[in-house]
């Protein structure tokens, strides 16, 4: 059975720092793209980030390029997201799922953790 | 970037009655879409990938079709355990974004 299971959510002021991670288990993590997906309250889903299997591409929605770093340790199963000089609007539910690749290079996302709340205020 | 827009915003069903939730992409997506559900608490499940194909372990009930620019979910026979909001989500083109959702309610 697949299993992710996010941390590092809390409270973080504006301009701040945070480091989310995401440990996996259930399946061979080393061979799957993974992303992380957020939820705003009281709004839909919205992708942010995705990283290959081997961890050498990532890719960004393009409101947190630069201010977000997402990383992998294949030898640890754990998925790591960096934010800096969050904002307020970065408040949010932050998934971790498990992602196919199409040949188009796009992906969707088909196990996906119970989520991290980041809530970004003063 | 590819806007989906879902309808109804919220849909009201009886027990035991069928649900369609609409999803409409502003510009032809193929069949590259997939539904998720998202209940309270509860980590969102993938129901339907590639507009028609069912997730592992997802009941038979739930049905995906269309192509292009119009899809469909169908729950047959709903249950209390089905209220949840429901997003789509195109992924044929850069980036893959998502509806605003449907959220479902059991009359």
């Known amino acids: 059975e697949v299993q992710l299971l996010e941390s590092g959510g809390g409270l973080v002021q504006p301009g701040g720092s945070l480091r989310l991670s995401c440990v996996a288990s259930?399946?061979?993590?080393?061979?799957?793209?993974m992303s992380w997906v957020r939820q705003a309250p009281g709004k839909g889903l919205e992708w942010v980030a995705s990283i290959s299997d081997g961890g050498d591409k990532a890719y960004y929605e393009a409101s947190v390029k630069g201010r977000v770093t997402i990383s992998r340790d294949n030898a640890q199963n754990t998925l790591y997201l960096q934010l800096t000089n969050v904002r307020a609007d970065d408040t949010a539910i932050f998934y971790c799922?498990?992602?196919?690749?199409?040949?188009?290079?796009?992906?969707?996302?088909?196990?996906w953790g119970q989520g991290a709340l980041v809530t970004v205020s003063s | 970037e590819r806007l989906m827009t879902q309808s109804p915003a919220t849909l009201s069903v009886s027990p035991g009655e069928s649900a369609t939730l609409s999803c409409r992409a502003s510009e032809s997506v193929s069949t590259f879409v997939a539904w998720y559900q998202l209940r309270p608490g509860q980590a969102p499940r993938l129901l339907i990938y590639d507009a028609s194909n069912r997730a592992t372990g997802v009941p038979a009930r739930f049905s995906g079709s269309g192509s292009g620019t119009e899809f469909t979910l169908t729950i047959g026979s709903l249950q209390s355990e089905d209220i949840a909001v429901y997003y789509c989500q195109q992924y044929n083109n850069w980036p893959q974004t998502f509806g605003q959702g449907t959220k479902l309610e059991i009359k």
């Open positions: 799922a498990k992602t196919e690749r199409t040949p188009r290079s796009s992906f969707y996302f088909d196990s």
């Open positions: 259930g399946f061979a993590f080393s061979n799957n793209v």
